[in-house]
Structures are given as structure tokens and as C-alpha cells.
């Protein structure tokens, strides 16, 4: 069973940035997803990576400003987020699956799905004033 643990999150102005980080006991896996959960709201995700072709989906809110990267030598996965917004704040998890990044239509627009084998803990970032 692989691990992973999330750290980075923490309290920031809206407008700041934060780099979270995720450390697998291994990244040999189809996809590696970044997701968030808001109080009262079901988890969303953020960014996925096919390991495969190196692909890297963003959800629209945070293209732009988050950025997604891996390194397979240490077995980590990055989450840089700049221009945070109140609207940031959750509990943010990585996630890993045997298969590619999924994707989910509603309404015409396609959504990272949340089923994945494997989460970690969460961390949680909060944007305030």
C-alpha cells in the first residue's frame, strides 16, 4: 500500500503563495492528482499528471496560478499555488491511481474525477486577511 503525506499548507494573504508537497513511497503510478475539499463542499480536483505523456490537467479556477510538477528521484509532487484567493481555502490532498488521469463531463465541461486508489491526509490552506 503505498503512502503518501501532504505538507506545506499553512495561513496566507490572499494575494501570497504557498508550495505544497506531497511524499509517495512511490510515484510509479498511472496518475498523480492534486485535490481540494472547502468546508460543506464535496472534494474537487485541482491537477492531475499522466505519467504516461506528462500531461497536466488544471481546474479552470486555479489555471494560471497553481502549477502542478513531480520529482520521480524523490518520490515528491509539488503544488505551487500563487495568487490565492479566499476561495483557495480547503483541506488539499495528493492522490494516486493505476490508471490515467479520469475525466468527468457536466454541463460540457470536464472535471478531474475523484476516484482514486490511494490519498493522503490532507493539509490545510488557509487564505484569509
Known amino acids: 500500500q503505498v503512502q503518501l503525506v501532504e505538507s506545506g499548507g499553512g495561513l496566507v494573504q490572499p494575494g501570497g503563495s504557498l508550495r505544497l508537497s506531497c511524499t509517495a513511497s512511490?510515484?510509479?503510478?498511472?496518475?498523480i492528482g492534486w485535490f481540494r475539499q472547502a468546508p460543506g463542499k464535496e472534494r474537487e480536483g485541482v491537477s492531475c499528471?499522466?505519467?504516461?505523456?506528462?500531461?497536466?490537467y488544471y481546474e479552470h479556477s486555479v489555471t494560471g496560478r497553481f502549477t502542478m510538477s513531480r520529482d520521480n528521484v524523490k518520490n515528491m509532487v509539488y503544488l505551487q499555488m500563487n495568487s490565492l484567493k479566499l476561495e483557495d481555502t480547503a483541506v488539499y490532498y495528493c492522490?494516486?491511481?493505476?490508471?490515467?488521469?479520469?475525466?468527468?463531463?457536466?454541463?460540457?465541461?470536464?472535471?478531474?474525477?475523484?476516484?482514486?486508489?490511494?490519498w493522503g491526509q490532507g493539509t490545510q490552506v488557509t487564505v484569509s486577511s
Open positions: 499528471i499522466t505519467s504516461s505523456d506528462g500531461s497536466t
Open positions: 492522490a494516486i491511481d493505476v490508471r490515467p488521469c479520469q475525466y468527468v463531463r457536466y454541463g460540457g465541461t470536464y472535471y478531474l474525477s475523484t476516484d482514486f486508489g490511494s
Open positions: 512511490s510515484l510509479d503510478y498511472s496518475a
